[in-house]
């Protein structure tokens, strides 16, 4: 009895860490006069339109997608006068963050305790690094995302390539939110989607092949029907597309000099985030290297190297872009401090 008193006390102590540093480093925080960054008072902006009634891409312009302005939307219910109902959203992401974290820290440490106070490692490298700037980027939104596929990826391969039905149908919810906040961040969940459905083809598991593509198809399908059924309703579908899908693809430039030119370009820009962060990129591949458990190094590499090369679809990296790394950088982390614990 004892002891679950404890460990709810440093869980609600956790979660109180967790809101305070979102206080001292998110601008949308009480703390801050105002949110100084023009990205979040422009999403606001989209958010506090929708709730009124206007229909993105037709009435009012923006290339992000139609659910980070349903996010800010939600804000705007708390207070469409200041920034306090983004904070709330804000904080809310963190804790889902802190939450798989902590989840994935189970793995390498035995002690839930320990497991549970490394995993504010989670959201304090999400804000504590460069890439966050000052809150509000859809890269923030989809990390506790990446944090839950790294998390299902260590899960896979510990219970033998199997998975409950239930989270291939949320893994599939989870693609429709990256794919409907800004697609370009979708690479570490195609990852991980391809490499189980040819670790089950090549395992012959043609019940559990056709489950997890059928539960991953439905979960993201259906929602995502919803999504684009409303946009034509309001006769916006066609400017959802060209806004959302073409106006991105072309928004920060295209290289029109030939096949090998667009080739150096792309491997230029392969390169770059991992140019602006190049220590931690040092310590994630270093981390992932000696990583053993569930012996799902590979995975996890191909995953964080996906995410980098599906940014480059976009021809531009912005600094911001780099966020979606942190959450393997976070793993790394985990397999370092448990490697020097056993040495």
């Given at each position: 009895m004892t002891k679950k008193i404890g460990r709810i006390i440093l869980i609600v102590v956790m979660i109180m860490l967790v809101i305070g540093l979102s206080l001292v480093t998110m601008s949308a925080s009480p703390l801050y006069r105002t949110n100084q960054w023009v990205d979040t008072n422009a999403m606001f902006s989209m958010g506090r339109a929708l709730a009124s009634g206007m229909v993105p891409y037709r009435d009012i312009v923006e290339q992000r997608g139609p659910l980070m302005f349903g996010l800010f939307a939600i804000a705007s219910f708390i207070s469409k006068t200041s920034f306090i109902g983004v904070f709330v959203i804000e904080v809310i992401n963190a804790l889902i963050v802190y939450f798989f974290a902590g989840k994935i820290a189970a793995f390498y440490f035995d002690n839930k305790n320990v497991a549970s106070v490394l995993g504010l490692l989670g959201p304090g490298v999400m804000v504590g690094t460069h890439a966050f700037e000052l809150g509000g980027a859809p890269e923030e939104f989809a990390s506790p995302v990446i944090m839950g596929f790294i998390y299902l990826a260590f899960l896979w391969q510990r219970q033998n390539k199997q998975l409950r039905p239930w989270l291939y149908l949320i893994a599939g919810f989870g693609?429709?939110?990256?794919?409907?906040v800004k697609y370009a961040m979708i690479g570490a969940l195609i990852i991980f989607f391809l490499y189980v459905g040819f670790g089950l083809l090549a395992d012959r598991n043609w019940r559990g092949l056709f489950m997890a593509v059928?539960?991953?198809?439905?979960?993201?399908?259906?929602?995502?029907?919803?999504?684009?059924?409303?946009?034509?309703?309001?006769?916006?579908?066609?400017s959802l597309i060209?806004?959302?899908f073409k106006m991105n693809m072309m928004a920060y430039g295209e290289n029109q000099n030939g096949m090998i030119s667009q080739l150096v370009n792309s491997l230029g820009l392969f390169a770059e985030p991992i140019n602006q962060h190049w220590l931690i990129t040092a310590i994630t591949v270093v981390g992932l290297v000696l990583t053993k458990i569930g012996r799902q190094r590979s995975m996890l590499f191909m995953m964080f190297f996906g995410t980098v090369a599906m940014l480059v679809l976009t021809h531009f990296v912005r600094e911001y872009y780099v966020l979606l790394l942190m959450p393997f950088f976070v793993v790394a982390l985990f397999q370092l401090f448990a490697w020097l614990i056993n040495w």
């Open positions: 693609l429709f939110y990256v794919f409907w059928g539960l991953s198809l439905i979960g993201f399908l259906v929602p995502s029907a919803v999504v684009l059924g409303v946009f034509y309703q309001h006769h916006a579908l066609q060209d806004v959302y």
